[in-house]
């Protein structure tokens, strides 16, 4: 919590015997009703260079229901540079619930000692995250943006943001095992899937009533995905900030979006006046982006907002201040009114698609 | 009906300088807040305090100075406050807060039953969402986190019902009392407190508590020593190495510019205009 009041470490801590047999890097491999969230892949990614720097191998840890599949996640963990995967199917599996999968996922660990063991900051992931370090006593990272092994140490050294994005910190988990972490959806590459990939899969029982189980689903309710807005994966984005001035202005953001086929995004106070739902926000208290192509209006680049969208491949960005933070992170920059610039690049844009189109 | 909330006094984000020169966080003039996600949580308690009478108690971990948001909490109607301030929490991480705090709702539960906990989703400074899961943990309740609206509930049978903001859906869940409720954001609208509580505020001799009177007498469980983790290094992000390709016409029409634009971006990323052509299509 209050990380900021601590002095920086010097001395060489040494690990607690009891975790010295402690080896191997882990993922947990978030899925629900057999959908696997994307971030696991993406920690999967991630993990195999942990592994690869520490020499050991990398698990993935698969929960579910007895009817779902299971090993077909298995399979696919492979193709993403697991090694191995521990599955764990049980009827009390099959919806999440903090009690089971607390209990399932720190047995695991208690049981087969991983020195790594990281989640995706998704809202399961975030929970359960929470709650096995505490069983564990162990430190927990959240939100990391890189990690990267002390050579020296064997220690997990995780970076993330604070202040809101301000700054950030180097955190390290020196005496206890296992060293945990997690990284939200779209902070890491997709790694590319390996299908020719194999490996070995661990069926471990877990026995755990339904009748000990005090939390109960009545019913769930899927999201209507139908309209959503899914900027963390959408590959082009046309975001607005409060350079647009006006509410109405925001049109020409959407008029551009429609002839790239792009997500609208925007940046806080544009969601916070209410110009733009919630879930188009980008940045450290909104989403995490990470487009092949991101053109900013009237955004000044303030680091909450650079943090969310930095991984981008191309970022243009429209703003009237020559010296606004965004150019210094832009790949390339107009300096102009938003209000201008935007349709004329609406229409160039259009132009050029249509003699695309002609030509091939 | 007892709700302990838990909330945390920050700086607020929105406001903070990262000095150019030293990449230290400038502090002057930044204002501390209730940490807004608490605010949905306090709002919630007393909702449920409207609907079945009892007791809010609002606590936080923090310096001496946190008093100030306690005295706002109540201003707003809750019924008692308790600063836990101690130097032994400095440089406590999210592993030590949950203890300090568990062992403080603990004593605050050997005077009157507890029934829900409280905290916000997670705080805009640290913004871990770890603390609360950890309280409910180390109480041995249950945990219903992103908790969206509190649906029901059964003081007889010692049951609540609520929905939670699952990943890719709403979980309706029931569960028994006491638990641990995190509430999600934009669920309700903290109400304005009337003029009593403002004055009651003021004047409420509110409980300070150091880890003795928090009942912690294991000093090795909190501060720097009961955390596990370790901050080895701040910086400021870094700049990328090159500034941003500024796009300029003689005449800056916005026609030329994006003209201008577009033929030096696709030079550069041919794939990019493949990929634009073939989304566009």
Not at chain 2, 267 to 272: A, G
Request: proline fraction near 5%.
């Amino acid at each position: 919590m209050s990380e900021q009041a601590k002095k920086p470490a010097r001395k060489k801590v040494e690990l607690d015997p009891r975790f010295i047999n402690y080896r191997h890097v882990w993922v947990f491999v978030e899925s629900e009703r057999g959908e696997v969230h994307p971030v696991s892949w993406e920690l999967l990614g991630e993990g195999r260079k942990l592994a690869d720097a520490l020499g050991v191998q990398l698990c993935g840890v698969v929960m579910a229901g007895p009817g779902e599949r299971g090993r077909g996640i298995c399979a696919e963990a492979f193709h993403y540079g697991a090694d191995q995967c521990y599955l764990v199917q049980d009827p009390v599996l099959t919806d999440y619930r903090n009690e089971p999968y607390t209990k399932a996922l720190t047995d695991l660990v208690n049981t087969y000692q991983p020195e790594i063991l990281m989640l995706g900051a998704s809202t399961l992931g975030r929970d359960l995250a929470g709650s096995v370090a505490t069983t564990l006593k162990t430190g927990l990272v959240a939100d990391c943006t890189e990690l990267v092994i002390d050579a020296e140490s064997r220690n997990l050294a995780s970076t993330r943001p604070t202040f809101g994005g301000s700054l950030l910190c180097t955190i390290l988990t020196q005496r206890h095992r296992p060293q945990m972490a997690t990284v939200r959806p779209r902070v890491m590459g997709m790694p590319e899937a390996d299908t020719s990939r194999s490996g070995q899969i661990i069926e471990v029982p877990f026995s755990m009533l339904e009748t000990s189980i005090i939390t109960k689903v009545l019913e769930f309710i899927p999201d209507d995905t139908r309209d959503k807005p899914n900027l963390p994966f959408a590959d082009i984005i046309v975001s607005g900030g409060r350079g647009l001035k006006k509410p109405e202005n925001f049109q020409l953001v959407w008029d551009l979006a429609q002839v790239l086929g792009a997500e609208v995004g925007g940046s806080r106070p544009v969601v916070q006046a209410g110009w733009i739902e919630l879930d188009r926000q980008v940045g450290q208290s909104g989403k995490t982006v990470r487009p092949k192509l991101y053109i900013a209006a009237g955004i000044s680049g303030a680091i909450q907002h650079r943090v969310g969208m930095d991984g981008a491949d191309v970022i243009i960005a429209i703003n009237s201040d020559p010296n606004a933070p965004i150019f210094d992170f832009a790949h390339y920059g107009i300096v102009g009114n938003a209000m201008t610039i935007l349709p004329a690049l609406t229409e160039v844009f259009k132009s050029h698609l249509a003699q695309a189109r002609k030509a091939g | 009906m007892h709700s302990v909330v838990c909330i945390k006094q920050v700086p607020d984000s929105a406001q903070i300088r990262v000095h150019p020169v030293t990449n230290t966080i400038m502090r002057q003039g930044v204002p501390a807040i209730i940490n807004p996600y608490d605010l949905f949580a306090l709002e919630e308690a007393l909702r449920l305090k409207d609907r079945f009478g009892g007791t809010v108690t609002v606590v936080t971990m923090g310096p001496p100075m946190a008093e100030a948001a306690l005295r706002k909490c109540l201003s707003y109607g809750a019924d008692d406050a308790i600063l836990v301030s101690d130097r032994a929490f400095a440089g406590s991480d999210t592993l030590a807060t949950s203890f300090a705090l568990t062992s403080t709702i603990r004593k605050i539960m050997e005077n009157m039953p507890v029934d829900l906990i409280f905290t916000g989703k997670q705080t805009i400074d640290g913004d871990t969402a770890q603390v609360g899961p950890g309280i409910a943990k180390r109480l041995d309740c249950q945990l219903l986190t992103y908790v969206s609206k509190i649906v029901d509930v059964d003081l007889e049978q010692r049951e609540i019902q609520v929905e939670r903001r699952a990943e890719g859906g709403v979980q309706f869940l029931k569960t028994a009392m006491p638990c641990l409720i995190t509430m999600l954001e934009g669920t309700n609208e903290m109400r304005f407190g009337d003029l009593d509580d403002l004055f009651r505020a003021a004047r409420y001799d509110l409980k300070v508590w150091n880890k003795e009177a928090a009942g912690i007498d294991d000093a090795e469980m909190i501060g720097l020593k009961g955390s596990p983790t370790v901050v080895s290094k701040v910086f400021a992000p870094r700049p990328r190495s090159q500034r941003a390709e500024m796009i300029e016409t003689q005449d800056n029409d916005p026609k030329n510019l994006a003209v201008t634009l577009l033929a030096k971006m696709f030079t550069q990323h041919p794939k990019l205009e493949k990929e634009i052509a073939k989304r566009a299509r």
